[in-house]
């Protein structure tokens, strides 16, 4: 499996924008379908995104879809998540995961994810 660290999380006004980085370990980072997570203060865990192996299939919740775009340069072992005209109900803490079968499809199930980052947090200010 993959080991993996989110990065790009902050503070930012309404309406402004965010783009959250997760770089990953090992060689085969490639084989593995990614999604982003995210979770707010006494809330469930949500999956807002997610991304085939080979990226030309996505995902997103319908919270997120039209305001956020998921990406991945496997090349350089990183997904992305694009966040634009964020709302202060998308402060959370964010979480990259990787599925945990190889070769699949960008999935809407959750569980399908096993390994997770340790999370960044995004705060938008109203």
């Known amino acids: 499996q993959v080991q993996l660290v989110e990065s790009g999380g902050g503070l930012v006004q309404a309406g402004g924008s965010l783009r959250l980085s997760c770089a990953a370990s090992?060689?085969?980072?490639?084989?593995?379908?990614m999604a982003w997570f995210r979770q707010a203060p006494g809330k469930e865990r949500e999956l807002v995104a997610a991304?085939?192996?080979?990226?030309?299939?996505?995902y997103y919740s319908d919270s997120v879809s039209g305001r956020f775009t998921i990406s991945r340069d496997n090349a350089k072992n990183t997904v992305y998540l694009q966040m634009n005209s964020l709302k202060p109900e998308d402060t959370a803490d964010y979480y990259c995961a990787a599925d945990r079968n190889t070769f699949g499809d960008a999935s809407s199930r959750a569980n399908r994810y096993n390994t997770w980052g340790q999370g960044t947090q995004v705060t938008v200010s109203s």
């Open positions: 991304v085939s192996w080979s990226g030309d299939s996505t």
């Open positions: 090992g060689p085969t980072f490639s084989m593995y379908s």
